[in-house]
């Protein structure tokens, strides 16, 4: 399984972003798929989760109302829309799938994902 995350930048307090992750057989394998986050002397953090097997989210609580994960099946790639972004979401951003179900506690356990895409530079300042 290969992935691909881009997207990242620099961006003004207040801006969005749109990262996007391209996960090979994506659809095929019913993959569940997250997106992490780790700042500089920081452990990496779950920002949202999508479980394959009931396509049930989980968006962590830093994020809620202000990020919004999506799907394109026919492309085999999630996306990430980031929105009112502030500094404290300068971070690098990394995508991840499995092929299991996590359960929901394991969301966003970094150990719960097989496949880790290369991260992405988000940073929000003026």
């Known amino acids: 399984v290969q992935l691909q995350a881009f997207g990242g930048g620099l961006v003004q307090p207040g801006g969005s972003l749109r990262l996007s992750c391209e996960v090979s057989?994506?659809?095929?394998?019913?993959?569940?798929v997250a997106w992490f986050r780790q700042a500089p002397g920081e452990e990496r953090e779950g920002v949202v989760a999508?479980?394959?097997?009931?396509?049930?989210?989980r968006y962590a609580d830093a994020v809620k109302g202000r990020f919004t994960f999506s799907r394109d099946d026919a492309k085999n790639a999630v996306y990430l829309q980031m929105s009112t972004l502030q500094p404290e979401d300068t971070a690098v951003y990394f995508c991840?799938?499995?092929?299991?179900?996590?359960?929901?506690?394991?969301?966003?356990?970094?150990?719960?994902?097989?496949?880790w895409g290369q991260g992405t530079q988000v940073t929000v300042s003026s």
């Open positions: 057989e994506l659809t095929r394998n019913h993959y569940s």
């Open positions: 999508f479980r394959g097997g009931d396509r049930k989210l």
């Open positions: 991840a799938a499995t092929s299991g179900n996590p359960i929901y506690s394991s969301f966003f356990q970094p150990a719960a994902y097989r496949y």
